[in-house]
């Protein structure tokens, strides 16, 4: 993958207001336009742990379908959970998650916020990632934590 170019330079809070997005959030949650996600929630990911920031992308495939499907998978619940465009209602950030430490740059354009998030609308039609690459991914993250290195910078 390839790292930031010219017109994908890092994200950070002082030069965020440079993309107008549309924006996506995948999850577990039923929520409705006008709902507001909010820092200080359970992770999706790390039972127990409470998140600092709310996390989403400009990519619904396959970021946002990835959030969601995984979040349902984690959580033990049926179906593929839901894709929302959100509104950043604050400075974001690049993802320090995956910005050049699981990918050179930040290809799957995911950002995180300490502000609110505003529910836009819920997607219907956005594309579900095979069962086998959930699948992959839910292995992928047990033997992260089976080595003690499930770790979310948050």
């Not at 390839?2 to 002082?14: F, G, I, R």
């Not at 996390?55 to 979040?71: D, E, I, K, W």
């Not at 049926?78 to 995956?98: A, I, R």
């Not at 594309?127 to 934590?145: F, G």
């Amino acid at each position: 993958m390839e790292s930031h170019s010219d017109d994908q330079a890092p994200v950070t809070y002082e030069n965020c207001d440079r993309l107008a997005g549309p924006f996506f959030h995948g999850t577990k949650a039923h929520l409705r336009p006008g709902d507001e996600l909010v820092p200080g929630q359970v992770s999706n990911f790390q039972s127990g742990r409470v998140m600092n920031h709310i996390y989403f992308t400009s990519q619904v495939v396959p970021a946002a379908a990835l959030g969601a499907q995984l979040a349902m998978a984690l959580s033990g619940l049926e179906g593929d959970g839901h894709v929302y465009e959100v509104e950043p209602l604050g400075p974001f950030e690049d993802d320090p998650n995956v910005t050049n430490k699981r990918f050179p740059g930040n290809p799957t354009r995911s950002f995180r916020s300490q502000h609110p998030l505003r529910i836009v609308a819920e997607l219907d039609d956005w594309e579900r990632l095979p069962a086998e690459q959930v699948q992959a991914m839910l292995a992928s993250l047990e033997n992260l934590r089976a080595e003690g290195r499930d770790v979310i910078e948050d």
